[in-house]
């Protein structure tokens, strides 16, 4: 069975187009086991991401409920991410936070008059 784990824990990326999670050095290597129809290996480092959140691992996608719940039933077996993080989305969302990560929005309060 093809599969691919990450070998190790640091400088973890994650694929744009599948989520696939390996070592930067593995997509390097090997590119995206996914997508090699979609990506080749010269494009494949500027599709993939060191943002993202949480990780699962999924071993048999086709019995996975995990695998059916995440849409990712047809790929190979891997550590997927379960988001990739959108830095423009986090810049927008910066700019009404506080030093503390606080919201600094106040909604306009309605005159009664």
């Known amino acids: 069975m093809n ?3 990450p070998t190790n824990l640091k400088k973890l990326r994650a694929c744009l187009r599948c989520h696939l999670v390996k070592t930067e050095e593995q997509f390097q290597h090997d ?33 996975s ?12 077996p891997g550590f997927y991410c379960l988001d990739i993080i959108n830095n423009e ?9 506080d030093e503390d990560g606080d919201n600094r929005i106040v909604e306009d309060e309605e005159d009664d008059d």
């Not at 989305?89 to 936070?97: A, G, L, P, V």
């Open 89 to 97: 989305e986090d810049e927008d969302r910066s700019e009404y936070e």
């Open 31 to 63: 590119g995206c086991d996914n997508c090699t129809n979609y990506l080749n290996k010269n494009e494949i480092m500027s599709n993939i991401t060191p943002h993202f959140k949480g990780i699962i691992a999924i071993s048999n996608p086709k019995h």
């Open 3 to 5: 599969h691919s784990f």
């Open 65 to 76: 409920w995990c695998a059916r719940w995440l849409g990712k039933q047809e790929l190979l």
